[in-house]
């Protein structure tokens, strides 16, 4: 697979995303966003389209801060509040942070996570831009805009690179402003 190269559209960046099949189990169709990472123009057309969620009507950042969930949302998320000039904060699972956390558990298909932020990292009265790979079910997003609320924050929009359209993800998180860039 060839690079798109200088001047590459969102299309083309998006491009880039690879099937493979049967990852991580039979019947399963993998998207790999590897191939867009390693692409410099590729990986700064998604970032900026990312970031244009968090953005008012004129251009200028919306946002406080932008949160990215664990892990790819790490990935999308930190260089997105750079274009936003803004902070960044992880979502990380389950006894990953080192000090005091808000936590939200929420059901899987076959169990239960848990989600956490540091108390202090998104403050009363913050407007924040949520981050990550792909939006599912729902639940790690919902789990995300559930832990921004107990700080006392709120949600200007979600922004994920990639919709599964056949999940109810989109129904999941009510009617917080979603932008995804590619639904499969």
Do not use: N
Not at 148 to 175: I, Q, W, Y
């Amino acid at each position: 697979m060839t690079a798109p190269g200088p001047g590459t559209g969102l299309a083309d960046a998006l491009a880039l995303i690879a099937d493979v099949p049967d990852f991580p189990e039979p019947g399963i169709l993998f998207k790999d966003i590897t191939p867009l990472l390693a692409d410099h123009t590729a990986f700064t057309a998604v970032v900026q389209a990312l970031a244009d969620a968090g953005r008012d009507g004129s251009g200028r950042p919306a946002v406080d801060k932008v949160l990215g969930m664990e892990s790819r949302g790490f990935i999308l998320g930190a260089p997105v509040a750079l274009a936003l000039e803004v902070g960044f904060v992880p979502v990380r699972k389950v006894g990953k942070l080192p000090r005091e956390t808000y936590a939200v558990s929420y059901a899987l298909e076959y169990g239960e996570a848990t989600l956490e932020v540091h108390r202090d990292a998104v403050r009363p009265g913050e407007s924040v831009l949520l981050v990550d790979d792909v939006l599912a079910t729902g639940g790690t997003a919902r789990a995300t805009l559930d832990l921004v609320e107990k700080c006392g924050a709120s949600v200007h929009a979600v922004a994920m690179l990639m919709e599964l359209g056949f999940l109810p993800g989109r129904e999941t998180l009510g009617d917080v402003p979603l932008t995804t860039l590619l639904t499969v």
